[in-house]
């Protein structure tokens, strides 16, 4: 038998196939196909082969290496702080340069200096206020007719976290006892405490063995107060901290407290506190306000020469955040309130502050 070699290009089956898939276009769109490809063929001989285009603007987040993606983006940060730093360099040649004469700096725009302006705005010199002041309910303190005495006690059955925190709170409040409560409602504590003389009942509350709430009411006719407690940092748990504070009468400080309701707010922790600081134990005790919020600090300063101070924070730490003020004593029930955190309404405009 004869055997003849076939190619596989001329296999009629495949060629079939092929001719089948591919002789489906109409003889308009082959002339249609022949038209174009000659155009495009007479265009690439006109012009030159282009540089290949790469996307306008680069993001990080289009990495899909998470390695790779964090090496950029800290490439990237440390060039941006290259330019800011050289940018700084230049600005402070030519403000030398110029002298005098160089331009004012920018002042940098912030939440608190774009504050919406509140029409309670205290003004230290005037009379309503100052006669406010001469008759409230703190006026005997500040007449230094009475001096601070201050009872804490926390919610049933305190755990290890608030127990510390009591103590540490007794040692920064001169005149500061720490009992414990079983059971008691406030009401039946608030007139012990007044029959013992006590200006103040602080009531700490926590939840899941983290301080979360404290009730300060003033004695005997209030006013008494409702903060939210967050952040708080005990003497073991902060780094760098100084030795356990002394005896000695701290000093005050209160910043930011402008509006009617912040001055009261003020006046009500100033009261904590005796109005004859001890300058030798060189003890602060600060309340800082900023966008309603109150930051609890304790620090210790040395003068190291004219012009510089060394400061040490000695502990606890923590934040508050008001929720309700109340005239008179504590009251759940039948207590009259002349302020109350809404915070759907009041915390909508974010540059609009309440204190």
């Not at 190619?7 to 196939?17: A, G, L, N, Q, Y």
């Not at 730093?85 to 608190?112: F, Y």
Request: aromatic share 10%; net charge positive.
């Amino acid at each position: 038998m004869d055997f003849t070699e076939v190619p596989v290009s001329e296999h009629p089956e495949r060629s079939k196939k092929k001719k089948g898939k591919f002789s489906k276009r109409t003889s308009d769109e082959q002339e249609r196909s022949e038209k174009d490809g000659g155009v495009e063929k007479k265009e690439a001989k006109m012009e030159p082969a282009a540089a290949p285009a790469f996307p306008p603007t680069f993001s990080v987040s289009e990495i899909k290496n998470k390695q790779r993606r964090h090496f950029m983006f800290m490439k990237l940060k440390q060039e941006k702080r290259k330019q800011k730093m050289q940018l700084r360099k230049k600005r402070k040649k030519e403000r030398q340069a110029l002298g005098d004469k160089a331009p004012p700096k920018e002042v940098p725009k912030t939440i608190e200096n774009q504050r919406v302006y509140d029409e309670t705005t205290v003004d230290p010199g005037d009379e309503e206020v100052t006669f406010d002041e001469a008759t409230d309910e703190f006026s005997a303190y500040f007449n230094k007719l009475t001096n601070p005495k201050v009872l804490i006690t926390t919610s049933d059955r305190p755990r290890g976290r608030m127990v510390k925190f009591c103590e540490q709170l007794a040692t920064v409040i001169p005149n500061a006892h720490v009992y414990y409560r079983r059971g008691l409602a406030l009401k039946r504590v608030i007139p012990q405490c007044i029959a013992r003389d006590f200006t103040y009942l602080m009531v700490l509350n926590e939840d899941r063995q983290v301080p979360n709430g404290m009730v300060l009411c003033h004695l005997p006719n209030g006013p008494t107060a409702h903060f939210k407690v967050s952040n708080v940092r005990l003497r073991k748990e902060m780094k760098r901290r100084g030795k356990n504070p002394t005896e000695h009468y701290p000093e005050v400080i209160l910043n930011n407290f402008s509006t009617r309701l912040g001055h009261s707010i003020g006046r009500l922790f100033a009261a904590l506190f005796p109005q004859d600081p001890q300058f030798l134990g060189r003890q602060v005790v600060t309340f800082h306000n900023q966008r309603d919020f109150v930051f609890f600090r304790f620090h210790r300063y040395i003068f190291k020469n004219e012009k510089k101070v060394g400061i040490q924070e000695l502990g606890p730490r923590f934040t508050l955040k008001l929720r309700s003020l109340q005239k008179g004593t504590f009251d759940s029930k039948f207590g009259e309130y002349e302020w109350v955190l809404k915070r759907h309404e009041m915390d909508a405009c974010r540059r609009k502050f309440q204190l």
